[in-house]
């Protein structure tokens, strides 16, 4: 299935899109019909937007302001104060507490443009937002919000983009904080040491093709972040304030390959002597390996079979409640194992696939058997219960990896956080804290009418 490419135009790229205008018409080919003026929200914006911040925000279609070559169509007016409000809330407000309102009211755009639909290329391509020199930004699709049902995803980079409802965060807010970065590094230079981190890296011609979930291996945490180190930059800074650190932890995670055999068998590291290297876990010993559902996975023999452990003389070691082994009873089945707090906990699971402890006696009781498969007694002639023993259970073993994606991204961001400290006094993590917590926020937001 061909899925449409999405891109974000700023810069060189949207001034190039306002040349190519200038032989166009003035007359939109495009009818108006929302000409008709909101008085409240009008009001309200030379409020929130003029009066503070000298910011001009257009929900009409503007023609020469847009002058797109693509057929789009005015935003709706219901869904333009809707998004008026999420701007204010989410983008405006968390900057002015994070910097201040004279840092927002010089810094901050001097025009907003809405349209209602995506501008789309004959190639598919669709453009998220695009910025003129700092000084205007456009905003797409804006017909495509629904004010009672508000969704900003900031846990999953990796979400289908597509998927309704409309992820603002992609659609409006990661496109803001994007220009927002270009106008604070035109205004104050960053460390060219950021250049030469993935230099000759670059997909100048072809970031289109690079997916967002391959970039991080190749250094970047979007396609369009491939595309030259000014974008790449910003593309760093609008993902990071915007996903969490869970989110943004699996972006580093995408950037580290592990090295497989040639038979696509995964290789893992070993130290001098061969033996295999092991995850830590919290407690500083080698961390358990579970299997998708969480459960211990038990070590096995050649042919199969669980393998036990035993002390120093060779004697099984059993499960205890307390200073009692647990005996084997035929109603438990095949037994589960988690690592809770410190301790391995036998478990098995009853009719309606429950797990339950192995304490409770379940069926009639399991003895013991000799080689020959017969039930051991003891000196009085009883049978000898049979109890449960402790497996050797699988530890995670570390594979190779290379990590050269994971690192690029880290150092460039290194020099961000620095460069947020040094040129503007600000805390790159307070600003993260402080645009999630309104993002959140805003998703309980009534936006059927103005605050």
Request: hydrophobic share 35%; proline share 4%.
């Given at each position: 299935?061909?899925?449409?490419?999405?891109?974000?135009?700023?810069?060189?790229?949207?001034?190039?899109?306002?040349?190519?205008?200038?032989?166009?018409?003035?007359?939109?080919?495009?009818?108006?019909?929302?000409?008709?003026?909101?008085?409240?929200?009008?009001?309200?914006?030379?409020?929130?937007?003029?009066?503070?911040?000298?910011?001009?925000?257009?929900?009409?279609?503007?023609?020469?302001?847009?002058?797109?070559?693509?057929?789009?169509?005015?935003?709706?007016?219901?869904?333009?104060?809707?998004?008026?409000?999420?701007?204010?809330?989410?983008?405006?407000?968390?900057?002015?507490?994070?910097?201040?309102?004279?840092?927002?009211?010089?810094?901050?755009?001097?025009?907003?443009?809405?349209?209602?639909?995506?501008?789309?290329?004959?190639?598919?391509?669709?453009?998220?937002?695009?910025?003129?020199?700092?000084?205007?930004?456009?905003?797409?699709?804006?017909?495509?919000?629904?004010?009672?049902?508000?969704?900003?995803?900031?846990?999953?980079?990796?979400?289908?983009?597509?998927?309704?409802?409309?992820?603002?965060?992609?659609?409006?807010?990661?496109?803001?904080?994007?220009?927002?970065?270009?106008?604070?590094?035109?205004t104050k230079n960053y460390s060219t040491d950021f250049q030469t981190i993935s230099s000759g890296k670059y997909h100048a011609a072809d970031w289109v093709n690079l997916k967002d979930e391959d970039a991080a291996k190749e250094g970047f945490v979007t396609g369009y972040a491939s595309k030259e180190y000014n974008?790449?930059?910003?593309?760093?800074?609008?993902?990071?304030?915007?996903l969490t650190e869970d989110a943004w932890q699996e972006i580093l995670d995408h950037g580290v390959i592990v090295k497989t055999d040639e038979a696509g068998n995964v290789?893992?590291?070993?130290?001098?002597?061969?033996?295999?290297?092991?995850?830590?876990?919290?407690?500083?010993?080698?961390?358990?390996?579970?299997?998708?559902?969480?459960?211990?996975?038990?070590?096995?023999?050649?042919?199969?079979?669980?393998?036990?452990?035993?002390?120093?003389?060779?004697?099984?070691?059993?499960?205890?409640?307390?200073?009692?082994?647990?005996?084997?009873?035929?109603?438990?089945?095949?037994?589960?194992?988690?690592?809770?707090?410190?301790?391995?906990?036998?478990?098995?699971?009853?009719?309606?696939?429950?797990?339950?402890?192995?304490?409770?006696?379940?069926?009639?009781?399991?003895?013991?058997?000799?080689?020959?498969?017969?039930?051991?007694?003891?000196?009085?002639?009883?049978?000898?219960?049979?109890?449960?023993?402790?497996?050797?259970?699988?530890?995670?073993?570390?594979?190779?990896?290379?990590?050269?994606?994971?690192?690029?991204?880290?150092?460039?961001?290194?020099?961000?956080?620095?460069?947020?400290?040094?040129?503007?006094?600000?805390?790159?993590?307070?600003?993260?804290?402080?645009?999630?917590?309104?993002?959140?926020?805003?998703?309980?937001?009534?936006?059927?009418?103005?605050?």
């Amino acid at each position: 299935m061909k899925f449409p490419k999405i891109i974000l135009l700023a810069g060189m790229l949207s001034l190039t899109y306002a040349c190519s205008d200038e032989n166009l018409s003035d007359t939109s080919v495009v009818k108006i019909e929302n000409e008709v003026a909101d008085a409240e929200f009008d009001k309200w914006l030379q409020k929130n937007y003029a009066d503070p911040y000298n910011i001009n925000f257009n929900y009409r279609y503007v023609d020469k302001l847009v002058h797109s070559p693509f057929n789009v169509i005015p935003a709706d007016v219901a869904k333009s104060r809707a998004l008026a409000v999420l701007i204010k809330k989410v983008w405006m407000d968390a900057y002015e507490e994070v910097a201040g309102k004279d840092f927002l009211k010089k810094k901050c755009f001097r025009e907003f443009q809405l349209v209602g639909s995506p501008q789309v290329k004959e190639n598919g391509e669709i453009t998220l937002g695009q910025a003129e020199g700092g000084i205007m930004v456009t905003l797409f699709r804006v017909n495509e919000l629904d004010p009672a049902h508000i969704y900003i995803n900031q846990t999953n980079h990796y979400e289908p983009k597509y998927k309704t409802p409309l992820d603002l965060n992609h659609w409006f807010f990661h496109t803001m904080h994007h220009e927002f970065m270009h106008i604070l590094t035109q205004t104050k230079n960053y460390s060219t040491d950021f250049q030469t981190i993935s230099s000759g890296k670059y997909h100048a011609a072809d970031w289109v093709n690079l997916k967002d979930e391959d970039a991080a291996k190749e250094g970047f945490v979007t396609g369009y972040a491939s595309k030259e180190y000014n974008e790449d930059i910003a593309e760093l800074y609008s993902t990071y304030v915007t996903l969490t650190e869970d989110a943004w932890q699996e972006i580093l995670d995408h950037g580290v390959i592990v090295k497989t055999d040639e038979a696509g068998n995964v290789l893992y590291q070993q130290d001098k002597r061969g033996n295999y290297i092991y995850e830590e876990g919290p407690d500083g010993n080698p961390a358990y390996l579970t299997d998708k559902d969480g459960l211990l996975v038990p070590e096995k023999d050649a042919n199969g079979s669980i393998v036990y452990q035993k002390d120093q003389k060779g004697n099984y070691l059993y499960f205890k409640n307390g200073t009692e082994k647990i005996p084997m009873y035929a109603g438990h089945g095949p037994l589960y194992y988690v690592y809770e707090e410190g301790n391995i906990i036998p478990l098995y699971a009853d009719a309606s696939g429950k797990l339950k402890l192995v304490t409770e006696a379940v069926g009639d009781p399991i003895y013991e058997k000799n080689e020959a498969g017969q039930t051991v007694y003891d000196d009085s002639g009883k049978p000898v219960p049979a109890y449960y023993k402790i497996p050797v259970f699988e530890y995670k073993k570390l594979p190779v990896v290379d990590t050269t994606g994971k690192d690029a991204i880290l150092k460039k961001m290194a020099i961000i956080r620095t460069y947020f400290k040094d040129s503007w006094g600000l805390d790159l993590d307070k600003i993260r804290e402080v645009v999630l917590r309104k993002s959140k926020e805003a998703e309980t937001m009534d936006l059927t009418k103005l605050p």
